[in-house]
């Protein structure tokens, strides 16, 4: 008898999370079911992080596959190299810093054998080693990634994209799709903000979504972060995958709605609003760059974008947006 597929894939790319690995790969062996397959691939990573994973895999025989790169690649090519590897009908990407809360794969499972749906997004908390009232107060223990109505699904492809972006959530691993939905959207390697150039591609072929409204995801934001400390190259990066994300939801088969262009509008240029806070003010090549990604997301300009926001009632948002951006000379 042929061996029945998995179906689901963890997909889990390592690379110097040592302190972090093993939390995050018994967060799913401790739920996962005979029908999960979880991958593992080493990015060339060196410290003692796939000592860990050897390790468990000692514990738990035949739970866990590993590969490797012969040298370090970065994550989208890690993450490439993990859906080759696939054979799940769904793929969740895991990143090895975080980790999956109690009852995730069950919870999906349910909603796989009940709907079946193209994607499935999933809510996410903060982790910190010392939580507070502050962070709770905060809403760090349920963060939404879809701003519609929680727990919305259908077939409506405008209702989840403008979800999407109004929630400002577009992370790879709060999306569980099927693996031939993800591999139509491969990662661009060697780049950062390689999540937000992709959400186009991934949500065209989807028919049916769901959003769950419970974490999921044990996000472990660290002081290293991408968007702690922003370059010249980052920025760079940010602006290549804002335009791929404008391109990737305008192309939606059949067109998309008045509603979501304007949802589309809105992300860029509080995308852009941040970068402005955050590019070095003396460099005069990059703010160059800034004005002509705008000029072209945005060829109406951007007051004309921001009177929109005011006739909405968005006075505050609007005011803020074009302080930030006046302050750089990028109102174009």
Not at 269 to 275: C, D, M, Q
Request: proline share 6%.
């Amino acid at each position: 008898m042929p061996e029945t597929p998995p179906w689901l894939s963890v997909l889990v790319p390592v690379y110097k999370v040592e302190p972090y690995v093993r939390e995050c790969l018994e967060s799913v062996l401790e739920q996962a079911d005979e029908g999960v397959e979880i991958v593992v691939l080493d990015d060339a990573s060196p410290d003692g992080s796939m000592r860990v994973v050897q390790a468990l895999r000692q514990e738990w025989p035949d739970r866990i596959r590993v590969a490797a790169h012969g040298h370090n690649r970065g994550l989208s090519a890690a993450r490439n190299s993990l859906l080759a590897l696939a054979n799940g009908r769904y793929a969740w990407f895991l990143d090895s810093d975080d980790m999956l809360l109690p009852g995730a794969i069950p919870g999906l499972r349910a909603i796989v054998e009940r709907e079946a749906p193209d994607l499935v997004i999933c809510d996410f908390r903060l982790l910190r080693e010392s939580p507070g009232l502050l962070h709770r107060l905060r809403g760090e223990l349920h963060r939404r990634a879809y701003a519609g109505r929680p727990g919305e699904g259908s077939g409506d492809r405008d209702l989840l994209l403008t979800g999407l972006l109004d929630g400002r959530q577009l992370h790879a691993w709060s999306k569980i799709a099927t693996l031939d939905a993800w591999r139509g959207a491969r990662f661009p390697e060697g780049r950062y903000f390689e999540d937000m150039a992709v959400i186009g591609r991934l949500c065209a072929p989807v028919r049916r979504w769901r959003h769950v409204a419970q974490p999921w995801v044990g996000y472990r934001q660290r002081g290293d972060s991408i968007m702690a400390c922003m370059t010249p190259d980052k920025s760079r990066d940010l602006l290549q995958s804002l335009r791929e994300l404008h391109d990737g939801v305008l192309a939606m088969p059949g067109g998309v709605s008045a509603r979501t262009r304007q949802a589309l509008h809105y992300f860029c240029v509080r995308t852009f609003a941040s970068l402005a806070r955050k590019v070095p003010r003396d460099d005069s090549l990059l703010a160059h760059e800034c004005r002509q990604a705008i000029a072209m997301i945005l060829p109406q300009g951007l007051p004309v974008v921001l009177s929109a926001y005011r006739a909405r009632g968005w006075w505050l948002r609007a005011w803020r947006a074009q302080r930030s951006l006046a302050r750089r000379g990028w109102l174009v």
